[in-house]
Each structure stands twice: as C-alpha cells, then as structure tokens.
C-alpha cells in the first residue's frame, strides 16, 4: 500500500473541490433564474406599453422596427386570430412554450421569447446577442478551471510530503532490518521532520544502548580473563603445588571458568549479528569427526556437505558431544546422513534421556531441571549455543527419546543450507 | 647465550610472573606495559623473540605488530582473547608467528616460544610461503619436509604424498579410492590396498599419540579426514 495515503490526501482535496464547485453551480442556477424571472416580468410589461394595442398597421410597424433595432432582435407581432400584423428581421415563429423559462438557451444563444398582449395578440422576438442580466454565463467552466489549477498545483506538495514520510519508512525499516547505524534525513520544521527527528533520536539512543551492552561483555569478559590467566600463570609457578590431584582441580576449575567466560561472550556475540560473516561448504561428516576423535565420540554415516561457518558448527558439534557426555552415558554415537534432502546431524547417549515434559526448556540458558542439586549442576549454556548456531544456519534441533533409552539430540540443515 | 624474549602487556602482575617462569627455563625476559615500549626496545635490536598482548592500553596489539614487522622480522608470539576468531585470522595474516588465547597453559607457551625460535634459528628451517600450517605442525612441500614443534620428522616419499593429499583437503573426508586418484601417478602400485597401512606410519611420525590421532581421523566405513583445527585452536 505504497503511496496510499498520497492518493487519499489527493483524492479528498480534489473531492473537496468538486463539492464545492457543485454547490457553487446550484446557487449561481438558483440566483440566476430568479433574477431571471424578475426580468421577464419587466420585459413583458415594457413590450406592452411599447407596442400600442390595437393601433394602426403604419404605427406598429415602426415601433417594432425601432425596437427591433434598439435591441437588435427579430421581432414578429401576431394578430389573435395567428395573422402576422408586424415583422422586423426575420420572422420569429409563436411558441408559448419559450415564454417564461430561461433567457438563455443552453449553447449561450438567446432564446426566442413570446409576449401575449392584452388584446390577445403576440409578440415574438429573439434577441441576436444576450441582454439583460444573467450575464455570469458558464460559472461551471471557471470552477473547473479553478480546480483544475489547484489540482496540479496540488500534486508536488502533497507528493512532496508523502515522499518524506515514505523515505522516514524505509529509514526505520533499514534500521529494523539490523541496520543500527542508519538515520532518517531532517528537513524542515514540519510535523514529517518531528517524526523523522524523534526517530533518529530513538535509533541513536537503542544504538547505543546495544553498543555498551556489547563493550560491557566484552569488556567484563576480558576483565575476568585477566586473574584467571594470573591464576593459571600462578598454579604453575607455584612450587607447593607442583603435581596432585588440588592442582588438576584448580587447573579443570580455571579451565571451566574460561569456557564459561568464552560461551557468554559468543552467545552474545550470536545476539548482535543477523547473518553468518564468513560462510563456506563445510563437510559436516568431516567435522564431526574431527570433534568425535577430540571428544572420544564415535562418528558414523555418509560425506554431507552444509554451507556455513565451521568454527561455529565445530562448536555446535562439540557442545552436543559434551552435553551428551556430561549428561548422558556413554557410548555416545555421534552420525551424519541425508533425509528427504536435509542433512541431519544426530547425536545419542545411553544415559537416562531427557523426560518429555522438559520439552525444548532443556535449550534455554543456564537450564536446570527441578530438584537437580547445585552441584549436580545446570546445563549452562552448550545447548542454548547449538540452537542459536543452529538457527544462524537455518537449521532445526531437536530431541527425541530413541528406543533403547538414552537421549538423541537432531539438528537438520534443510536443503537451502545443506549442499547435495 | 640465552634468547632475550620481551613481553608487551599490560597486566604487569601476569608479565612479572610469565618473566620469571621463563627465566627459570633458561630465558632472558623483560617485560614493558606498553607498545610504544615495545616498539622503541624492538628498534634497539633487542629481543629475539616477542610475547604481544592483543589488548595494550595505547595500540591494539595488531597495529603493534604491523609497526614492528615494518622494521624487524622478530618472531612474534601474540596473546590473544580465546573466542574471538577474527583476531587470530587477522594476526597470523599481518605476520604473527603464532598466537596462544588467555589464558594459556604456561608449558604450552614455553612449547610454542621455544618452536618459534627453532624456525627462526634453524638453517633447514626457513619460513616456506607454501608450507602448509596445522598448529604445531608444518608440512611443507617443495622441501619435502614435515615438521612438528620444529623438529623434522621422518616419512617415506609416498607417505609425504598422502599426507600432502590429505593435508590439502583438511576439513573434507576423502575416501581411499579418492586418496588413491590424488596421489596416483609415479608409484601407483606402491599404495596397492595399503592405504591403512600408510597412514598408521603417518599417524606414528606426526601424532602426538597414535592410539588416538588427532591430525589424520578414520571415518568407520567411509575414509578419512585430516583435521583442519588441530591443538586446540577450535
């Protein structure tokens, strides 16, 4: 609906005008006829005291020739009985009908007019050029003039502001569509360039909102980095603790609060960006079963080719391998294949599976089900990253509870992504 | 005489005690909290090697090393934020030697400087352009030499053929009829059905260890695949 509200405003301008135009043509008709009907009766009254009734023949003619050209207009008078008693110009036919309607024909010509005398006789007469009042002929064509001039005039300036709003439009859309740096231009000081202002305003304000909410991540993620990388330096300096089961504690500790601190700034990292930078075919088979020789995992199935970002799915294969190690039982069984043209990616453990009523809260962050102690811990964040890069892959994932117990985690590139 | 490596970072706590364990293994350090420092003790001609925090409070430590590989070819190590892969891509490609995310395993640091200035120093050990990299590896072909951590290690000309067929093709599993097209030519029968054999020579001279290989992965029923991140750097 582009544009529409260009064509309403338009179209109600040029409904106004046709009203008014309308009614200004009813109450010139209005006017015009009664003034017109003033005027008959005058005329009428004057053609009788002119024309001298029952006078002679001589006299007669020489009045009417004399009306005839004081008016310049075809006079012809008739006798009661029809008989024609006086002629100037040419001769005007004796049609009562004309009488009394209008002084104007409709093509601007005058009209042939009949006046009945007291003696019963007739005159008829034409006027050959228009007289009298009345004389604001066709009040329609100047209207339609009129409107037509403010129609056209019109168009630009109303153009003109809905392409403003329309450039606004596209603007907040841009910046909708992920485009955080995008303003609308302000011109004017109208109520468009408010509009426009107000929503720059706004962008800028959400702009740099999600920009420190990023430097406050990043920034936070570098800060915890600082100790923990002191720390691991300090472990490995420190003579006492040299080999023992509290420094490999301290050292899975460190290395557990760093994996923590990385998946935190990835995830929101995966927040901020709306579309893959780097994407490239990767052999999805391949690089499982690169995570699978890391993970101790077992890889099966066939060569499937995905597009996308291969640190990423090395990510989401390695996150589903350790989830289901961490929460499931070995053996963990990790395969690729193709099914109605989908590459599917499943990953199963032989632990206690996932209860149905869990649903797809086991991908939300740092998901726990209830009555899972603290230290038992949550879930974290592995399976919340796999289905946020799954979804930056067009992919799907899912668990199902396969026969034989345990847990089975599908994620399914469709065919858009996967690459026969 | 002991190499004299410089540590540019700005956590004077951790550069002091990355000083001392490297002065305990057989090191010279010293360590400045800024690039501006660095920059000015490089153009000495001090150091032999680098450690380059990526985060310094007057330059992002890759225009540091931009600055520094206008004038020297110091090796350089660079610190940088585990996770953030750009970083590392861009700092291999402006000329970092090798680069280790914070925190880092202090032994594996020592690993690494310790590499990096065997390749440095080695006579047979100059930079090749076409060398493939894979970590600690290095498979470089027109020497016909594969060397881990720096040091060269022994393959048959047929071995170095697969292993350079599969090192091409990181990241994709090549079935043997595949492995076989790509490495046939001169010595077709030598690889006769022995494919298996071959690789678990490979397997014996590059991996850490050969019970489970890391670099050079069985796909069951299908081939294998020759990792495209190795040691951990995802």
Known sequence: MRGSLFVKIYLTLLASLAVVAIASAVFVRVVQDRDAAGWTTRRDAFIAAMLPVGGDPASLQATVEHLSKAFDADITVYAPDGRVIAVAGRLVPAHEPFGRRRLMADDDRPRPFVVRLDDGSLVAARLRLPFGPGGGRFPLAYLALIAAVIGVAAYPVVRHLTRRLEAVRQGMERWGGGALDTRVPVKGGDEVAAVAASFNHAAEQVERLLESHRALLANASHELRSPLARLRMAVDLEKSLKKGAAREEIIRNLAELDALVEEILLASRLDHIDRLERTEPVDLLALTAEEGARCGVAVGGEPAMVEGDAKLLTRLVRNLMQNALRHGAPPVEAHVGHENGAVVLRVRDHGPGIPAATGDRVFEPFYRPEGRSETAGGWGLGLSLVRQIAGHHGAGVRHEAPAGGGACFVVTFPTAAAKA | ?234
């Open chain 2, 1 to 234: 005489m002991a190499d004299q490596v410089l540590i540019v970072d700005d956590d004077r706590r951790l550069s002091a005690m990355l000083a001392r364990y490297l002065e305990e293994n057989g090191f010279e350090a010293a360590a400045v909290e800024t690039a501006t420092a660095g920059l000015a003790d490089i153009a000495r001609g001090g150091p032999d090697a680098v450690v380059l925090d990526v985060m310094l409070p007057d330059m992002d430590g890759f225009e540091a090393l931009r600055r520094i590989r206008q004038t020297s070819d110091v090796p350089v190590l660079m610190l940088t934020a585990r996770g953030d892969e750009t970083d590392r891509i861009v700092g291999l490609e402006i000329g970092a030697d090798d680069y280790l995310p914070k925190p880092f395993n202090p032994r594996e640091l020592l690993a690494r400087l310790k590499a990096i200035l065997r390749r440095r120093n080695g006579p047979a050990a100059a930079p090749s352009p076409r060398a493939l990299r894979f970590g600690r590896l290095e498979i470089d072909p027109p020497s016909r030499s594969v060397r881990l951590d720096g040091q060269e290690r022994p393959l048959t000309s047929h071995q170095f053929d697969l292993l350079v067929a599969l090192a091409e093709n990181a990241g994709r599993t090549l079935s043997r009829e595949q492995l076989m097209d790509l490495v046939k030519g001169e010595q077709l029968e030598a690889f006769d059905r022995s494919i298996d054999v071959h690789v678990s020579r490979i397997r014996a001279a590059i991996e850490d260890d050969a019970r489970h290989p890391r670099r050079i992965i069985t796909v069951r029923g299908v081939g294998y695949v020759f990792a495209r991140f190795q040691d951990d750097e995802r």
